[in-house]
């Protein structure tokens, strides 16, 4: 006889002892068929399909392979496993909605750039031509990363952040915190971290998995203090120079160097985020603090803003001491950027791209920072706001209670979207959000705001 639950469609693009091997898989994982049921011989089941005998003996043979069924001899193949609670499948719709991309029509968000500033045709033609190279393709990169990337990346950081380094020390990885694991690994379990409150908290989650001992330390206008590093007394300090609490300002050379040479002294490291150092534009970027002090930073560049947030590039710059530590584990990792990325992205330093790209992202960033200023200090009057430069985005500090939940509802209706931010404050980037659409966009969440007064 034929089985019911055997399913077997001659017409069918999927190969017969596929068919068959799947439809007793369900059977067995859905309980249809129990364990120790036997199973129709490859003989029987042979006839009944009209199949050879080859075709239902590799559907067995793949069953019993995977444990859902076994043979006894003499006797044929029974049901070997038994399924309890076995997780539902996530509906179709449901998966597929997961997939979709929502474009905002005021995206405030810091999740993407303007697009008028890269040539995504030169960028392509350096994808194109790194795939038509078909011997890069057919082999693994560089664990530390891909040697042409790191010589790109050692002229590249030195001309625009003036960072002292040999490509022989420069790791490469997909994004920051991919970095931050890696650096971690390096530097070992259980250290004590000194951060800037409200600073990268993927980096937060990074030294929690190595059990750091989490502490802030207090910021004046020029950033860091002394004072409270000494009280702090930490192995590790994590700073990004060219943002400082609370007013954002860029930290002056004065302190980077007080700071080298207390942290100096008791022995600690400098972890220097350089979160787009070189997209500073109301002025001349100003030289990292690893230019000042190799021996003892770790420098930390990133290409999610620079470039595109699609390509995750980050790579940091380690002293020597610690790159002796780096060679011990680096057998023991693997690279998590694209090869074909890395490639791109070296042929597209080598030819001078990213030059003529940073100096369009300048212009194009300094006319939108003063769209935004001015469209801020106009629809939100009274309130203070912190301006950063090379994160690109304004801090709003709301001097009123709003209902929160009716706020992002309001903005859902109204196509807005902002940066995730704490109790009292509002977070607009102007990363990617076109120019012409600032004002507007600013003005119609300034009245969502106010209509949502406690």
Not at 89 to 109: H, R, T, V
Not at 299 to 318: A, C, D, H, Q
Not at 428 to 441: A, M, Q, T, V, Y
Request: net charge positive.
């Amino acid at each position: 006889m034929l089985y019911d639950f055997i399913l077997a469609d001659k017409n069918s693009k999927m190969p017969m002892y596929r068919q068959i091997y799947i439809s007793v898989r369900n059977a067995i994982e859905n309980g249809n068929l129990k364990k120790e049921t036997k199973l129709p011989s490859v003989r029987k089941l042979s006839a009944e399909l009209n199949v050879s005998k080859t075709t239902v003996l590799s559907a067995y043979d793949q069953l019993c392979a995977e444990g859902y069924i076994k043979t006894k001899p003499q006797s044929g193949y029974f049901v070997a496993a038994e399924f309890k609670d076995m997780p539902k499948l996530p509906d179709e719709a449901d998966y597929n909605s997961e997939l979709k991309n929502k474009i905002y029509k005021y995206d405030f968000s810091s999740k993407s750039i303007d697009e008028s500033i890269i040539n995504l045709t030169e960028w392509k033609k350096n994808i194109k031509d790194v795939i038509n190279r078909n011997y890069l393709l057919t082999s693994y990169g560089d664990v530390q990363g891909e040697e042409a990337l790191r010589l790109a990346l050692q002229r590249y950081a030195l001309g625009t952040r003036s960072v002292n380094s040999r490509a022989d020390n420069i790791v490469v990885a997909a994004g920051t915190q991919a970095i931050l694991y890696i650096l971690c690994s390096i530097l070992g379990c259980n250290k004590k971290i000194a951060v800037a409150k409200d600073s990268f908290v993927q980096s937060e989650f990074v030294f929690k998995s190595f059990d750091y001992d989490i502490n802030y330390f207090e910021c004046d206008k020029y950033g860091a203090t002394i004072n409270s590093l000494e009280k702090i007394n930490p192995d590790i300090l994590l700073i990004n120079p060219n943002f400082t609490e609370p007013d954002g300002a860029n930290m002056p050379v004065t302190r980077r160097l007080e700071i080298i040479n207390g942290v100096k002294a008791k022995g600690a490291l400098i972890i220097e985020d350089d979160f787009n150092g070189e997209l500073r534009y109301s002025t001349h970027p100003m030289p990292c603090v690893q230019n000042y002090d190799t021996e003892n930073t770790v420098y930390i560049g990133s290409f999610s803003k620079v470039l595109l947030p699609s390509v995750r590039i980050s790579y940091m710059v380690l002293p020597d001491r610690l790159m002796k530590k780096y060679r011990e584990i680096k057998s023991l990792t693997n690279q998590t950027a694209s090869k074909t990325e890395q490639l791109a992205l070296a042929g597209y330093i080598n030819t001078g791209k990213i030059d003529v790209h940073l100096r369009k992202a300048r212009r194009v960033y300094l006319e939108k920072s003063k769209t935004v200023i001015k469209s801020v200090e106009k629809h939100f009057k009274g309130c203070e706001f912190v301006f950063n430069e090379t994160s690109l985005y304004v801090k709003i500090k709301l001097n009123f209670d709003i209902d929160r939940e009716k706020v992002e509802k309001d903005f859902a209706d109204n196509s807005i979207c902002v940066m995730p931010t704490k109790k009292g404050e509002l977070g607009l980037s102007f990363s990617g959000i076109p120019n012409d659409k600032i004002d507007e966009g600013i003005r119609l969440i300034s009245e969502i705001i106010n209509k949502n007064k406690r």
